[in-house]
């Protein structure tokens, strides 16, 4: 299956226009879009990863990258790649801390192979990529280190290098800032129990308990009929059916306020999901992040009154 994945080139914290020239220089382009800011539009348009380049240039530009990356992962809803300078096993251990789904060594690095193995010994091989440039001097003569390594990054002078694997790989195309995946897998969301086995309401709907998928915070709560759930399943964004409109409702598609689906879960009775989401912005339409902010009783205490 084939598809694009926005590309972004991080430089002093901001999207580059790209890599120019043999020095593999990159200047922000004045204007461009901030790296946060593409993210949640990559989310909201349904794009399924994100490829960051890393392109530092020294210990102080690495630092504010680092912390945008850091902001990408802990805020988005989609895997973040990586690929860049990687000389030592801190900086993998580094990006993967960050949150990064996968990181790219390039393999004409000096410390390529030992690099490389070690790193699968301690990440495994799905947090790891190979990211070849030109196809000459392939690693081990020839031979692909896909026990390494789970995914390939190619750019267009090494593409004939995909006929050659059966690795997933993205192929780099940096006039337009995309990676297109070949024989890369998509998320497919597919529900262990159908529809037909839930019990419904009265009116053929199910509730749904929304609850933040990082600290598990309570952020709503919403029903779904099977038209909703199922396009749930299929999108990976939360549906619901509205009952005061009496129409499908994808959440965020007025606000930009998105959920997107983390994992959905079935309680004993078969009659309310537990939808655990990484929520984007405020879940209420009231702009807090919960729909339940309204004190009524506590009893730890602090808000106690005698009689």
Known sequence: MNYEIVSIYLKDGRNATGLSGKSGAAECCVGSYEPYAIMMGCQNNGDRAMMVFDLAADSKEEAVNLDKLRLLCRDGAIPVYVAGKIENIEKIKR????????????????????????????????????????????????????????????????ACVKDRTKLPVLLHEEKRAVCTADNVPAHIYQSAV?????????????????????????????????????????????????????????????????????????????????????????????????????????????????D
């Open 95 to 158: 990006y993967l801390g960050l949150g990064c789904e996968k990181v790219f060594l390039n393999f004409r690095s000096a410390c390529g192979k030992k690099l490389l193995e070690e790193a699968a010994g301690m990440f495994g091989r799905e947090k790891l990529g190979w990211y070849m440039e030109t196809p000459e001097k392939v690693p081990e003569n020839g031979v692909i280190p896909e026990k390494e390594v789970s995914m390939l990054l190619l750019e267009p002078a090494a």
């Open 194 to 306: 159908s529809w037909g086995e839930f019990k419904k309401n009265g009116d053929g709907l199910v509730p749904v308990v929304v609850q933040d998928y990082k600290n598990n915070e309570v952020l709503m709560v919403a029903y779904m009929n099977q038209e909703a759930f199922e396009a749930t399943c299929r999108t990976g964004r939360m549906t619901y059916w509205s009952r005061s409109r009496r129409e499908l409702w994808v959440k965020g598609l007025t606000s930009g306020h998105f959920q997107f689906v983390r994992s959905l879960t079935l309680d004993c009775d078969n009659d309310t999901i537990l939808a655990r989401v990484a929520q984007i912005g405020a879940a209420c339409h009231t702009g807090h992040r919960s729909c339940f902010f309204q004190q009524l009783i506590r009893t730890d205490g602090e808000c106690r009154q005698d």
